[in-house]
């Protein structure tokens, strides 16, 4: 991990094109591991934090993280740039692609928020109630057993941290507010949607119309998965990802 300025990111460096990994709300640079592995050799795999839990208190929202992210890439001064994004991380990367069509090579959204979402429900989940965390996390996956308990425990301690509680609540709210549905027919880039056939978050009709509302997307359905495909099935998700990036890639790509 490098910290530049206000900038925490991973970077595997290398002298190819630049894919940028974008987590999501309870997610972390700890999600790509397969994809940092699988990758590294031909990308300069980038993976920056999305500082909702250290960005002003008025800022805190997914504007806020979208300015965050165009600053970055401004600082590290990327031409262009493949964006993969999960959850509130696609999410993100969608609203920058659309403020910066310039310096997208391309789009791969992992069960992506924008469209809809079932995530905690109406409630914040209760402080102190390590079963109802558990739980809430293991449905991020087909097979609970993915959801290892350092994954639990992270979740745990953010949401009994009342600072960063605050600011889980302020971004999803924000994320809901920020529906898509009227802007995704701008998005011009090559697009690839992978989606677990289990997820439960953002159901696969919500993939379906990420297909139909982006010009140039291809859906790939993965099953026994749900809300975070390059967790629980990289290898079949790095295959699809791969592929896709080997046809809409180039060298000669600038901004």
């Known amino acids: 991990?490098?910290?530049?300025?206000?900038?925490?990111?991973?970077?595997?460096?290398?002298?190819?094109?630049?894919?940028?990994?974008?987590?999501?709300l309870f997610g972390g640079l700890s999600n790509f591991g397969a994809q940092i592995e699988?990758?590294?050799g031909r990308f300069n795999v980038v993976l920056p934090t999305l500082p909702m839990f250290t960005l002003p208190l008025r800022k805190v929202s997914l504007a806020g993280l979208v300015d965050h992210l165009a600053e970055f890439v401004e600082f590290k001064g990327y031409d262009?740039?493949?964006?993969m994004g999960n959850s509130l991380g696609g999410h993100v990367g969608i609203l920058y692609a659309l403020d910066k069509p310039h310096r997208i090579a391309s789009i791969t959204l992992a069960g992506s928020s924008g469209l809809f979402e079932s995530a905690m429900g109406n409630s914040f989940p209760p402080r102190g109630n390590y079963d109802f965390i558990k739980k809430k996390v293991e449905s991020t996956f087909y097979d609970p057993a993915t959801s290892s308990k350092e994954l639990v425990d992270e979740v745990y301690n953010t949401v009994n941290d009342r600072n960063r509680g605050i600011r889980i609540v302020m971004t999803a709210k924000s994320a809901v507010r920020h529906n898509l549905a009227h802007k995704l027919h701008n998005i011009t880039a090559p697009t690839l949607l992978v989606w677990g056939k289990q997820d439960t978050i953002t159901p696969p009709f919500v993939g379906e119309q990420f297909?139909?509302?982006?010009?140039?997307?291809?859906l790939h359905f993965i099953d026994q998965c749900a809300h975070a495909p390059m967790m629980e099935r990289p290898r079949e998700f790095n295959r699809l990802l791969g592929g896709f990036l080997e046809r809409v890639g180039s060298p000669s790509v600038t901004a």
């Open 80 to 83: 262009t740039v493949h964006l």
């Open 1 to 24: 991990m490098k910290k530049d300025g206000k900038f925490d990111y991973l970077e595997t460096g290398g002298s190819g094109e630049v894919l940028l990994l974008l987590h999501g």
């Open 211 to 218: 297909q139909e509302l982006i010009s140039d997307a291809e």
């Open 38 to 40: 699988a990758f590294r």
